[in-house]
């Protein structure tokens, strides 16, 4: 299996890596920083480059779903020889962090709209996402939830993940607000994102460490999207 470097440090940009197979969807590596595309979060893009000085473009990154390994998608072919290797890993931070700004905003949107399950939700990588949230009702103004989101913002309250026990998530389930998803089990323990005194529950992905770094938050429009779906769409007002 491959070293989640990710899990520890979403800040960290590049790593030293050892190839360990190829196949015909992706390039797999003892460890990696590139996140690998799940819970809403697009997989990861950047480069990997060998000692020989060879640089292959990753355009995506994904899990294998026959192992659950690590692949990361190159556009050229990397050839068998090269298994073993050492190669340098570097994904495109600007994209990521851009991304997880965006994945810890719809997280302060949850804590805006508290007590009301998740139907579904996507972050994109130019700075947008989208939660739909299971109201049968059109009770949210657009200016207030943008309002609130913001005030969160500024507050810069800290932003951390830790694990809980299978036994702790049985005990607490509205930690979970994903109706359609549950969070992944067997392996005795649960990844929660804990923004301090706002926001607590299952997830995955990569966030900014506090919420002051995510900037001014747009909130673009809300839609009708089923008799009990209410879609907000938000953009970072300065993706950069």
Not at 132 to 144: A, G, K, V
């Amino acid at each position: 299996m491959t070293e989640e470097l990710f899990r520890r440090d979403a800040y960290a940009t590049e790593c030293e890596a050892r190839l360990t197979a190829l196949g015909e969807h992706g390039v797999e590596l003892d460890r990696t920083v590139f996140y690998p595309m799940g819970g809403g979060q697009p997989g990861d893009r950047g480069w990997l480059r060998f000692e020989d000085g060879l640089e292959v473009v990753v355009s995506d990154t994904r899990r294998s779903k026959e192992h659950g390994g690590i692949l990361h998608l190159c556009e050229a072919p990397v050839e068998h020889e090269r298994i073993g290797q050492t190669v340098r890993v570097r994904i495109d931070w600007e994209r990521r962090i851009r991304i997880m700004r965006v994945h810890t905003t719809l997280h302060l949107l949850c804590a805006v709209i508290p007590d009301v399950g998740v139907t579904g939700g996507s972050i994109r990588d130019d700075g947008t996402g989208r939660l739909d949230f299971n109201l049968p009702e059109p009770t949210l103004d657009r200016n207030h939830v943008e309002a609130e989101v913001n005030r969160l913002v500024r507050e810069d309250h800290p932003v951390g993940a830790r694990w809980i026990s299978e036994e702790e998530l049985d005990a607490n389930p509205d930690l979970v607000r994903t109706m359609s998803v549950a969070p992944p089990r067997g392996a005795g323990r649960v990844r929660v994102l804990d923004i301090e005194g706002v926001d607590l529950q299952p997830c995955g992905g990569t966030h900014v460490s506090s919420t002051g770094e995510i900037g001014e938050v747009l909130v673009k429009k809300m839609e009708k999207k089923g008799k009990r779906n209410r879609r907000i769409n938000i953009a970072l007002a300065d993706p950069r």
